[in-house]
T-cell receptor
Framework: QKEVEQNSGPLSVPEGAIASLNCTYS??????FFWYRQYSGKSPELIMS??SNGDKEDGRFTAQLNKASQYVSLLIRDSQPSDSATYLC????????WGAGTKLIIKP | DGGITQSPKYLFRKEGQNVTLSCEQN?????MYWYRQDPGQGLRLIYY???????QKGDIAEGYSVSREKKESFPLTVTSAQKNPTAFYLC????????????FGSGTRLTVV
């Protein structure tokens, strides 16, 4: 069974701090990974994709991939209340395999 | 602007009734997907289609049916055989063969009354 695991949270982080979201996966055939943000009642939106080991930065977001250890993480710097949402991790091996999501709460 | 349009936004179904959810995309994407999301849960794959006139069952296809007569359209019918249809339904698409993420529509919230 191919799985992507995430801690469901909620993860509570003070405004301005770094939020760290983690994801592990079981399918070693997964080559690409994606982080989606989903606000309550809305559809997921793609915020980061990562294809190779190491870090990828985009503004306040940094995605990290370690294929040897089979984990992916997302760091959000200078967290804002508007970052409060559920973050979904997905791995791709022909199709996307989804984690259940981590609920992030940024406290003002 | 290119995108995926789902309609209606809200849908109410009576017991024993079939309802159809619309999904239209103008992104020229080959692959289209239907997901179901229950409160506090992740995405569960219902059906997907990689090419016109072809589709495959996902993990929870029972009680659902689809068609793919046009590249742009992938409607989902929730039949009376689906005993617990109340959920948030999401349609997504991507370029077939490309290792990129999916683009999602805005979703349809279905409620049984």
């Amino acid at each position: 069974q191919k799985e992507v695991e995430q801690n469901s949270g909620p993860l509570s982080v003070p405004e301005g701090a770094i939020a760290s979201l983690n994801c592990t996966y079981s399918d070693r055939g997964s080559q690409s990974f994606f982080w989606y943000r989903q606000y309550s009642g809305k559809s997921p939106e793609l915020i980061m994709s990562i294809y190779s080991n190491g870090d990828k930065e985009d503004g306040r977001f940094t995605a990290q991939l370690n294929k040897a250890s089979q984990y992916v993480s997302l760091l959000i710097r200078d967290s804002q209340p508007s970052d409060s949402a559920t973050y979904l991790c997905a791995g791709s091996n022909y199709q996307l395999i989804w984690g259940a999501g981590t609920k992030l709460i940024i406290k003002p | 602007d290119g995108g995926i349009t789902q309609s209606p936004k809200y849908l109410f179904r009576k017991e024993g009734q079939n309802v159809t959810l619309s999904c239209e995309q103008n992104l020229n994407h080959d692959a289209m997907y239907w997901y179901r999301q229950d409160p506090g849960q992740g995405l569960r794959l219902i059906y997907y289609s990689q090419i016109v006139n072809d589709f495959q069952k996902g993990d929870i296809a029972e009680g659902y049916s689809v068609s793919r007569e046009k590249k742009e359209s992938f409607p989902l019918t929730v039949t009376s055989a689906q005993k617990n249809p109340t959920a948030f339904y999401l349609c997504a698409s991507r370029v077939q063969g490309a290792d990129n993420g999916y683009t999602f529509g805005s979703g349809t919230r279905l409620t049984v009354v």
